[in-house]
C-alpha cells in the first residue's frame, strides 16, 4: 500500500458545526502532516506529528485540533470555523529523514458556509 | 531560512514543444530536491527528486538536476503533452535535524495546447 487516503473528499459545513477531516497511510511512515491549500497557492504547513507526537505547530488558530491516534492514522477536528476557511486540506506522511519526500493523499474540500 | 524560488506562470505552450520550469533555492546544509505536480482537483504527487549534488531526476519524461554551485533544479521535458496540463511545485528538504519540513515554491501552472 503506497497510498494515503483521505476522507471525505468533500465537506460543507456551517460556522457552528463540528466535523473531522480523517487521514490513514499503512506505509510505516512515522511522519505526518497536515497542509492547507488556497486556490492558485503551494501548500502551507499547518501541523507535524512524528512518531504520534505533536512536533510543529504552525500558529494554527484552536478551532482546528489535530490528532494522531496511531502510528496509522492522523485526524482534524473542525470546530467554529470561518468562511476563509474554505480550502483542499491535505494530508501527507513520509519517513522521518529528508531524503524522502512525502506522499500526500488527494485532499478533503472543505467549503464554510 | 530555507526557501525556493520558481518562474512566474502561467506557462503557456504547445503540444510536442520544449518545456523548462526553473527552480532555485537557499538552504543551509545539504538539502534534498524535489519536484511535485497538481493535476485539478487533487493533491499533489511526488514527479522525480535528488538528494545530492549532480544527481539527476527523471520520471515520465521529465527531468531535473541538482546544480550546487548555481543553487537550481530545473524542470525540463523534451516533448510536452496535453496531459502534463498541471501545476508544478518545487521543494526542497532540508537535512538539518529537527528542520526537516518541506518547504515549496509558489508553483508554475502549465497549460499544453493542442
Known amino acids: 500500500d503506497t497510498e494515503v487516503t483521505q476522507t471525505p473528499k468533500h465537506l460543507v459545513m456551517g460556522m457552528t458545526n463540528k466535523k473531522s477531516l480523517k487521514c490513514e497511510q499503512h506505509?510505516?511512515?512515522?511522519?505526518m502532516y497536515w497542509y492547507k491549500q488556497k486556490a492558485k497557492k503551494p501548500p502551507e504547513l499547518m501541523f507535524v506529528?512524528?512518531?504520534?507526537?505533536?512536533?510543529i505547530n504552525e500558529s494554527v488558530p484552536s478551532r482546528f485540533s489535530p490528532e494522531c491516534p496511531n502510528s496509522s492514522l492522523l485526524n482534524l477536528h473542525l470546530h467554529a470555523l470561518q468562511p476563509e476557511d474554505s480550502a483542499l486540506y491535505l494530508c501527507?506522511?513520509?519517513?522521518?529523514?529528508?531524503?524522502?519526500?512525502?506522499?500526500f493523499g488527494s485532499g478533503t474540500r472543505l467549503t464554510v458556509v | 531560512g530555507d526557501s525556493v524560488t520558481q518562474m512566474e506562470g502561467p506557462v503557456t505552450l504547445s503540444e510536442e514543444a520544449f518545456l523548462t520550469i526553473n527552480c532555485t533555492y537557499t538552504a543551509t546544509g545539504y538539502p534534498s530536491l524535489f519536484w511535485y505536480v497538481q493535476y485539478p482537483g487533487e493533491g499533489l504527487q511526488l514527479l522525480l527528486k535528488?538528494?545530492?549534488?549532480?544527481d539527476k531526476g527523471s520520471n515520465k519524461g521529465f527531468e531535473a538536476t541538482y546544480r550546487k554551485e548555481t543553487t537550481s533544479f530545473h524542470l525540463e521535458k523534451g516533448s510536452v503533452q496535453v496531459s502534463d496540463s498541471a501545476v508544478y511545485f518545487c521543494?526542497?528538504?532540508?537535512?538539518?535535524?529537527?528542520?526537516?519540513?518541506?518547504?515549496f515554491g509558489t508553483g508554475t501552472r502549465l497549460t499544453i495546447i493542442p
Open positions: 506529528y512524528s512518531y504520534e507526537k505533536l512536533s
Open positions: 521543494a526542497l528538504r532540508s537535512n538539518l535535524f529537527g528542520n526537516e519540513k518541506l518547504t
Open positions: 501527507a506522511s513520509s519517513q522521518d529523514q529528508a531524503t524522502y519526500g512525502y506522499t
Open positions: 506505509m510505516g511512515h512515522r511522519a
Open positions: 535528488a538528494t545530492k549534488a549532480d
